[in-house]
């Protein structure tokens, strides 16, 4: 697999390994912007985009992973993984942040066996589903 920085020509296929961007023009803006920002990043099996990650450093001077995503057909194969230990490779801060919706048990999955713990819980974003936020010190 191989983990690279995001270039305008991933945009699509970015697009078509997101189940959301695949109708939602606000979800394709954003992996627009955080391609030309530079803050994403894409796993590449057999030269095709089977997910990608976004680490932005704008939350408290703090590096935090706002978008994990695997196409649908990749997952349960390590790519998420792969990509949040990228994410970790790339990130400036000594602790890194991310968070997900208390309903996505697949994501707080992945991040209690890749070693991150709960760092506090924000209600009032999604009605009815808290937002679960997990760091892990990195050095
Ligand atoms: C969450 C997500 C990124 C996981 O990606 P993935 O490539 O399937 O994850 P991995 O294969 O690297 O899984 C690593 C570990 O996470 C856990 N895990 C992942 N998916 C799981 C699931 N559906 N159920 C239970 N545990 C799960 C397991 O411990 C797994 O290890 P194992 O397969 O050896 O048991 C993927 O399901 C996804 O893209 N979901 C939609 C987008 C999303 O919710 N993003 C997170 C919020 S931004």
Do not use: W
């Not at 990043?41 to 976004?54: F, I």
């Not at 208390?102 to 009605?127: A, F, V």
């Amino acid at each position: 697999m191989d983990l690279r920085q995001a270039r305008d020509d991933d945009v699509a296929a970015m697009c078509a390994a997101d189940h959301i961007a695949v109708d939602q023009e606000e979800r394709q803006g954003f992996i627009r912007r955080s391609v030309r920002e530079g803050t994403a990043n894409v796993a590449v099996l057999d030269r095709t985009v089977v997910g990608y990650a976004v680490l932005e450093h704008s939350f408290f001077g703090r590096g935090f992973i706002s978008m994990l995503m695997v196409g649908p057909t990749h997952r349960r194969r390590g790519v998420g993984a792969a990509l949040v230990r990228h994410a970790e490779g790339l990130c400036k801060s000594e602790r890194i942040f991310t968070s997900t919706n208390q309903s996505n048990l697949p994501m707080q999955s992945l991040l209690q066996k890749l070693g991150y713990r709960h760092s506090g819980t924000i209600e009032d974003l999604d009605p009815g589903d808290p937002e679960l936020f997990y760091s892990r010190q990195l050095r």
